[in-house]
């Protein structure tokens, strides 16, 4: 009986098809890691407060072993980008942690711990780019509008409960875990370890929130509705300008949307009428009204202290940034250290919590790996978040909107997020990722997606 064969180095069809089979596989595996690292950047704190307060030490990495196995799965499947910003960021990060145990601070552990931000989870941005597809990032959307719901209860009950509850424990089970707010009402953390994790939430939310306005066929309406009320009500009942602030970004990116479409002016009426109609029904409420005092005191009183609006905004985001480069000339060449300047290098450092470098995120990353390396640093994340904004309008120009709105939340966090504060960080990931995998739309218009 003759058989068939094949010359050397030709592939069956079935064995092309293993081999495919097999890809596919590993890439749900590396996506379901994904929405594993997502659910613990909004439950890790949970653990840490509530149900594992002994281990809170432990727990605040437990997403680096978890972004380790995703960027070695990744490799293995081809999925890992070799470009400016990996590679820049990779040889800082493995250099940092050199000078800083022999020219910096000494503690090879901090140091370790502040590369990890370099090494670990900054390349994780590109793996959900390529990974992740519209349908996952669709599926991811209606679920964060989900949790919003349950979230924005939670955040509710904190802000009435007093600081002794279990409800408002901070990490490790002590209790307080609100910040000061106004008219004796704390600012609620939500699941999240710190109070910033609130702001970030919402805001993430808000984006999808925004876009299912604009393609309410991809939603539950009920959902929808429930979600955009869920909204709402975070702004006052967290106390926090930032959520405002951020939200009234999102806004004019949905607004500059409209004007590049006309299409989605219906958008825009459903988004404006529902938000109207919320509000009233929302006034009639003693609970509401309450929270909107706090906030509005809040906000008066951090507004004269700061000198306005226009003084909060130069202080937090341009200041920050003259006046770590203005102070970069005084800093050590290699800087004091990689890690210094987070909670846990200070503790492991002094035994206290203290910002030993600054407070500021750029002041930060200067004063730790010097200002050769900083401002690098700070170079490569403005450079990254303008792409995004550029290549995420010429999508917004063809009719597609999603990574114009992503990007109204990526950009920023990219560019200005606080990377030393692990929420900041995991949502800085998961939102810039995002975005630029949604540039990979189902409707691409002859548009290259690469922004990298």
């Known amino acids: 009986m003759n058989t068939l064969k094949y010359p050397a180095g030709v592939q069956t069809n079935t064995a092309v098809d293993v081999k495919i089979e097999k890809r596919e596989i590993a890439k749900d595996r590396i996506v379901t890691a994904v929405w594993i690292y997502f659910l613990l950047v909004l439950f890790d704190g949970a653990l840490r407060k509530w149900f594992l307060p002994s281990l809170s030490g432990p727990l605040l990495v437990l997403r680096d072993p978890l972004a380790l196995w995703i960027l070695i799965a990744a490799w293995r499947q081809g999925y890992i980008e070799y470009n400016q910003y990996t590679m ?33 989870h900054f390349p994780l941005i590109f793996v959900i780019a390529k990974v992740l597809n519209s ?57 999240f370890s710190f109070t910033n994790g609130t702001a970030l939430f919402f805001n993430f939310a808000a984006c999808f929130v925004i876009y299912f306005w604009f393609h309410v066929k991809e939603i539950n309406r009920m959902l929808l509705v429930a979600g955009s009320i869920a909204i709402l009500l975070a702004v006052p009942f967290s106390i926090s300008r930032t959520l405002l602030f951020q939200l009234t970004i999102s806004l004019s990116f949905a607004f500059i949307a409209i004007l590049l479409n006309p299409k989605y002016t219906g958008g825009l009426i459903l988004i404006i009428a529902a938000t109207f109609g919320a509000l009233v029904i929302l006034s009639f409420t003693p609970y509401f009204s309450t929270a909107t005092a706090a906030f509005t005191s809040r906000f008066e009183s951090a507004n004269a202290t700061e000198g306005g609006l226009d003084g909060v905004i130069l202080d937090r985001f341009l200041g920050g940034l003259i006046h770590a480069i203005m102070l970069s000339p005084n800093q050590p060449f290699f800087g004091n250290g990689v890690g210094m300047g987070t909670n846990v ?12 470098i600054a407070e500021g995120e750029w002041g930060r990353i200067i004063g730790e790996i010097g200002p050769v390396f900083g401002l690098a640093i700070v170079f490569l994340r403005f450079k990254l978040a303008m792409r995004l904004v550029i290549m995420s309008l010429n999508k917004a120009r063809h009719g597609v909107v999603l990574p114009w709105i992503l990007s109204s939340v990526g950009a920023l966090s990219i560019a200005h997020a606080g990377w030393a504060q692990p929420t900041s960080l995991g949502f800085c990931i998961i939102v810039t990722g995002l ?11 002859g548009i290259p997606a690469r922004v990298y």
Do not use: C
Request: aromatic share 14%; no cysteine.
């Open 88 to 120: 820049s960021t990779a040889i800082i990060g493995f250099l940092a942690i050199y000078t800083a145990f022999f020219v910096g601070h000494g503690d090879l552990f901090v140091a370790i711990y502040g590369s990890r931000i370099f090494l670990l």
């Open 135 to 191: 349908e996952d990032i669709l599926k991811l959307g209606r679920w964060t509008v989900f949790i919003s719901i349950p979230m924005v209860m939670l955040i509710i009950t904190q802000f009435y409960s007093p600081q002794t509850a279990w409800i408002n424990k901070s990490v490790g089970g002590e209790a307080g875990g609100g910040f000061s707010g106004a008219m004796n009402f704390y600012r609620p953390p939500g699941t």
């Open 345 to 356: 290098g200070s503790m492991l450092l002094t035994g206290g919590r203290q910002f030993l």
């Open 435 to 445: 975005a630029l995998a949604s540039l990979h739309s189902r409707e691409n218009h």
